[in-house]
C-alpha cells in the first residue's frame, strides 16, 4: 500500500541551511517545526535530523516559556471580542 505522503522529500532543512545554533527569539525559524496549531512537529514529519530536532525542541520550549510563541492555540476557545465575557 502506497504510504501517504504529508511533506515531499525527507530532509533536514536546517542542516540545509547549515543552522549552527536556533535562536529561540527567531519565531520564523522555529515556525518550521510547529504545526499550525504551533505544536512540535514530529521528527519522522519534518525530516529533522536528531541533533537539530533536539536543538528546536530547546528553542521552543524556551520560546514557549518567553511568550515568543504561544503554547496552544484553541480555535474552539478562541473568542473574538475578549471584553464582551468581562462585562456579564
Ligand atoms: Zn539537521
New binding site residues.
Given amino acids: 500500500m502506497a504510504e501517504k505522503r504529508k511533506f515531499a522529500r525527507k530532509y ?1 532543512k ?2 540545509e541551511a547549515k543552522v549552527e545554533y536556533i535562536d529561540y527569539k527567531d519565531a520564523k525559524i522555529l515556525r518550521h517545526s510547529l504545526s499550525e496549531r504551533y505544536k512540535i512537529m514530529p521528527r519522522r514529519l519534518t525530516g ?2 536528531k ?2 530536532q533536539e536543538m528546536v525542541e530547546l528553542a521552543i520550549k524556551r520560546a514557549r516559556a518567553t511568550a515568543v510563541i504561544p503554547y496552544i492555540i484553541d480555535t474552539q476557545k478562541v473568542v473574538a471580542v475578549p471584553f464582551e465575557q468581562l462585562q456579564q
Fill in positions: 533536514c536546517y542542516c529533522n535530523c541533533r537539530h
